[in-house]
């Protein structure tokens, strides 16, 4: 097998594991509170990043680095992930990771809205109005099947979880901090497992570690051995040797996995016009992830420039 055929396994590895992720965080809140859930899995897997980090001779963060990490653990694991986690108790896996899709989309109205960038080209707005029209498609069509009390509140949850992805990327963009972003998203994660265990407990929704179900621990332990570990490894594994729009495209098929997924196993539904719906959101954030990389790559030149 080739070095590219590899990569390519990595990619699909990647985009299966991440997709089943929103799964098997479904089957977890069925047995324990959401953000106790999350904050277990990020404990584990942040300390397992961070420990492998410091025995390969990893200083520990300084001062002004532990701020920015705890900012980013903030928005990206407690906001983010943590509210996520919990809307998979009210909506289906696949509705939920259609929705952590949109922040492409999210980012280019926050750039327009605070940042006045007023580079939306037409590929841009057309992705922009095929992303709300396909979302709004998929909402239409599961409102009808939200056989379970607080459908609207899930909806709510994942999209606050979606903004705290969206924002958190573009502080990234912005402020660069010197430090190995793989060893920055242990810190991130340990940060923000202590912040959701804290948030379980001051709630009141929190179940002694003991009388966790065992398939909330079964499912938690591949949340972290699968999600944390396996499908970051062939992550980086496929970003090293793929191109970065082809490495890319499991974000594009992580939704349509747990959809998928989430149908066979979780008896969630699906219906033409969800899967339709799903197609045209996904189309729509394509198209914004094509037009923003025009605009960070320089564009090709044509024969009369070439001359």
Partial sequence: MTRQQKAYGALALTSILWGTTWVASK???KGAPGLQVAGIRQLIAGSLLVGWFLLRGEKL????????????????????????????KFISSGLSSLIASLYPLCVVIMELIFFGNKKINALTFAGLLLGIGGIALVLYSNAFHAGENGFFTGMMLSFISMIGWAVATL?????????????????????????????SLSSGSFIPVAQLPLN????????????????????????????????????????????????????????????????????GVFLVNKSLQREKQPAPPTDAEAM
């Fill in 216 to 283: 909330t621990w079964l499912a938690i332990a591949y949340l972290v051995t699968a999600g944390s570990v396996i499908a970051f490894i062939a992550f980086i594994y496929s970003m090293k040797h793929l191109e970065p729009a082809i490495a890319s495209l499991y974000a594009y098929l992580n939704p349509i996995v747990a959809i998928l997924i989430g149908a066979l196993v979780s008896d969630e539904h699906l219906t033409l016009p969800i899967v339709l719906g799903s197609l045209v959101t996904l189309v």
């Fill in 27 to 29: 089957f977890a809140v």
């Fill in 171 to 199: 502080l990234i963009a912005r402020n660069k901090v010197n430090i190995n972003p793989y060893y920055a998203t242990g810190w991130q994660m340990l940060i923000g497992s202590f912040i959701l265990l804290l948030l």
């Fill in 61 to 88: 963060p300084r001062r002004e680095q532990v701020a920015w990490l705890t900012l980013m653990g903030i928005l990206m694991f407690v906001c983010s992930n943590g509210l996520a986690t919990v809307s998979l």
